[in-house]
């Protein structure tokens, strides 16, 4: 990774993407760890974390998640999630954060030097663009080394770096202890709440 000491960092964290990359290689996240690790690399003026939750629910179960990662550092974005039926009459639940990603970014731009994008959803190709002429350095963290890959060709092309989620596996991993990943490395319509589970904190 290219990080100067200097350089003012932004962490941008796509939560449920994030989390599917890190099933799929067959770990869960330490969010500890993550943010030491980038504190180390520069000068961490925010971390956001952005996640849709299923209101209503008698417990949910990202709501320990949530919680601890509002009090350790984390600047949570969050809003409700959307049920809908699939083709199989199941219930699903979809809670799209592209829009508000792309804003933070866009208004990061203003006061960061360097951005980190923890997704690898090809939709953002055209923000990082956006950012990168207002002078500021984007890596983007996803991976290559899940079947299929993870990360959509053109973000990993218009990135400045782009920084495989399984090289740091050993710095902000720890074993996982949740549901083996599902075949295709979990992209689908369910939203954080249905699969994030306690133990990622």
Excluded: C
């Excluded at 509002?70 to 409700?80: A, E, I, M, R």
């Amino acid at each position: 990774m290219t990080f100067y000491p200097t350089e003012k960092l932004a962490l941008f964290i796509d939560g449920a993407n994030f989390y599917s990359q890190a099933k799929a290689l067959g770990f869960d996240i330490d969010y500890r760890k993550l943010l030491d690790e980038f504190r180390r690399r520069g000068v961490l003026i925010r971390a956001y974390y952005y996640t849709a939750i299923v209101e209503g629910d008698d417990y949910s179960p990202i709501k320990p998640l949530v919680d601890w990662l509002d009090y350790n550092g984390f600047t949570l974005v969050t809003k409700t999630a959307r049920k809908f039926v699939d083709a199989q009459g199941r219930d699903r639940w979809r809670g799209d954060m592209d829009v508000e990603i792309a804003v933070g970014m866009m208004e990061m731009a203003e006061a960061a030097d360097h951005l980190v994008l923890f997704s690898g959803d090809g939709d953002f190709r055209a923000v990082v663009e956006a950012v990168q002429r207002k002078g500021v350095r984007v890596s983007v963290v996803s991976t290559v080394k899940s079947q299929p890959p993870m990360i959509s060709d053109d973000l990993r092309r218009q990135a400045d770096h782009f920084i495989d989620l399984a090289d740091l596996g050993d710095i902000i991993g720890r074993p996982s202890r949740g549901p083996a990943p599902r075949s295709g490395g979990g992209y689908d319509n369910r939203t954080r709440a249905e699969i994030e589970a306690e133990d990622e904190l």
